[in-house]
């Protein structure tokens, strides 16, 4: 009961951050249905999805080699962040807009640059997010190997196999 109250307050919590942070962004730099109407392109909207897409990515690329992360990365930033911060209602509503104003070229640019990018944005994130741990982690800590300083070899605990041969 503890764990669901726990995983439920890090996705209510990532999920008002998020979507605290869509709204300060749309007061910012506003585009209203009737400008999209007329042909605007929606920019808010398409910098918020690929934004969050590659915090997504970032955040997530390493969650299954550190277990003990996983929960708290998938629900606070992945479920709730994310999830508050992007928006797919707001974008199909744009990209229809803009389709059935007769804005064609605009609402397909938007539509493809929405998913193309979102995908190249998390993959970004998630290289991103690898080479930084790359930079933060000691060699000898990289693949869960650890470093028997006093013989010069591998610890054959850590590799997880009774008589120290890698895996």
Request: charged share 10%; net charge positive.
């Amino acid at each position: 009961m503890i764990a669901r109250t726990h995983r439920m307050l890090a996705i209510g919590s990532g999920g008002a951050a998020g979507a605290s942070l869509r709204w300060l962004v749309s007061q910012s730099w506003p585009v209203t249905a009737t400008a999209i109407t007329d042909g605007a392109f929606p920019w808010p909207v398409l910098i918020i999805n690929l934004v969050g897409s590659g915090v997504l990515g970032f955040a997530l690329a390493e969650q299954w080699r550190h277990p003990r992360h996983q929960l708290a990365l998938h629900d606070w930033v992945g479920v709730g962040f994310c999830g508050g911060l992007t928006t797919m209602s707001t974008f199909a509503v744009e990209t229809a807009q803009l389709l059935r104003s007769g804005h064609l070229s605009i609402g397909v640019l938007y539509l493809l640059g929405s998913v193309l990018g979102a995908v190249a944005a998390a993959v970004l994130g998630a290289l991103a997010g690898r080479q930084i741990l790359a930079l933060l982690l000691p060699v000898e800590g990289r693949n869960g190997i650890v470093a028997d300083t006093s013989a010069g070899r591998e610890n054959p605990a850590s590799t997880g196999l009774r008589d120290g041969r890698s895996a």
